[in-house]
């Protein structure tokens, strides 16, 4: 009986302790965020008066106000906002499409097809090959340039495809029998079965294109098609100039870095509003492929 109590005792201790810890370095990891939030709605004169801030104080949204009617910074807005709808929805029917093609046995050349693919995830061209095709299809000073290049990768292929070998043959024949051909079959019946894979991927993709940045630089040389993070590079480096003789700079900044946290919380806050839509069926596709049965 003894031994039952000090064994719950140290059950409780150690779950305390837990739990404690994971709150801990949940509000460190939290307290970051919160700050950048607190210190661009902070009036700039109580923050040139405070070595940290804790609250906001004199709430005051003119820097945001300031960025949204800045035309750079709000084209730049539109710009990843395109490229992160656009690109995620061709990259899903790109990747959802060649994946479930090479998880099917009857096409012909699969196990060629599967070397290529596996083959492009060992070994890559590198920047300056890439460079080149892009130049070459007439994609330069194009939002195109950062989208076809990105469609798909030989790694998400192969964890989707890995998905989609767990979805029975049998459902495709039945749908067969019925009248349906291989897109009916794809779009009514594997893609339905496939939300969690979508939504995981999806999520990946959008990341991936709203924080487009290196190969913005090397593609975009006209800054009104500038994507969002390399605005916020600009501003962060040289907040003062608005773009270092850009013609879409203002007037002198009263506090540069605030105006800085602000267009973090502007850069930030879209993406991280679309987890808790995907939540649900990010959390089944994070799975993917690490269990068949």
Not at 63 to 78: E, V
Not at 251 to 275: E, F, G
Request: aromatic letters at 12%; a positive charge; hydrophobic letters at 50%.
């Amino acid at each position: 009986m003894k031994n039952k109590i000090k064994r719950s005792t140290m059950s409780k201790a150690f779950d305390f302790s837990n739990h404690l810890f994971l709150l801990i370095l949940a509000l460190l990891t939290f307290f970051p965020i919160y700050y950048v939030f607190i210190v661009s709605i902070t009036d700039p004169v109580q923050y040139l008066k405070t070595n940290l801030l804790l609250y906001p104080k004199g709430i005051t949204f003119e820097n945001y106000k300031y960025l949204l009617a800045t035309p750079l910074f709000s084209r730049a807005i539109g710009v990843s906002t395109f490229l992160a709808t656009v690109g995620t929805a061709l990259s899903l029917l790109v990747t959802s499409a060649l994946a479930y093609a090479l998880s099917r046995k009857r096409l012909m050349g699969r196990k060629v097809l599967l070397i290529a693919v596996v083959f492009t995830t060992i070994f890559n061209a590198g920047m300056i090959p890439n460079y080149m095709v892009v130049r070459q299809f007439g994609l330069m000073n194009s939002v195109w340039s950062l989208i076809i290049p990105a469609l798909s990768s030989g790694w998400n292929l192969l964890l989707l495809k890995s998905f989609f070998d767990s979805i029975p043959e049998s459902l495709e024949e039945a749908a067969i029998i019925d009248g349906c051909n291989d897109v009916q079959v794809f779009s009514r019946i594997i893609l339905p079965l496939s939300l969690p894979a979508m939504a995981t991927f999806g999520l990946f993709f959008a990341v991936t294109y709203w924080n487009t940045f290196f190969n913005a630089i090397l593609y975009i040389n006209d800054f009104k098609k500038w994507p969002l993070q390399i605005v916020l590079n600009v501003l962060l480096l040289d907040t003062s100039s608005q773009g270092s003789g850009n013609p879409d700079a203002a007037a002198q900044i009263v506090n540069p870095q605030s105006l800085k946290m602000a267009a973090i919380i502007i850069a930030t806050v879209p993406i991280m509003c679309v987890y808790p839509f995907l939540q649900k069926h990010f959390t089944k596709g994070v799975m993917l492929g690490s269990v068949k049965g």
